[in-house]
């Protein structure tokens, strides 16, 4: 993965993580975000890349569009969410102003609905998704 972006990092097989990525496909009208599932191969190898966990999937990842010389600013948690609502823009554009809360007061939310989120919304079918949407907007 040395040049692409922006692309979202997010749970496939959490319910309420495919959910969101289907709003967000359905809102980027103009196709500028890209997706793969945390699980996925070309996800994993981006984290190892970075030193990151390679179980960790209750949090999601932005990664800006940059090069493989430039060092990338990744986002986690609602920062991640925040900045992938911002580049699809559409009326759900208008939840990124959330950000303006600090981080403290948002990831403690974050990570209580990660951690129930699989009892609330089930597993998540990333198939589904590829069969939806253009399987261009997926890394694989």
Known sequence: MDVFGPVLLFDGECGLCVRCVRLLLVTDRRNR?????????????FLREQGLPTEDFDTMVYVPESTARQKRTLLFRTDALFAALRVVGGGWMILSW???????????FYRVVAKWRR??????????????FPIERFLP
């Open 33 to 45: 975000l890209r997706f793969a599932p945390l699980q996925g191969g070309a996800a994993q190898v």
């Open 98 to 108: 959330m950000r303006v809360l600090p981080r403290a007061w948002r990831d403690p």
């Open 119 to 132: 009892r609330l919304f089930g597993a998540g079918d990333v198939a589904a998704l590829y069969a939806e």
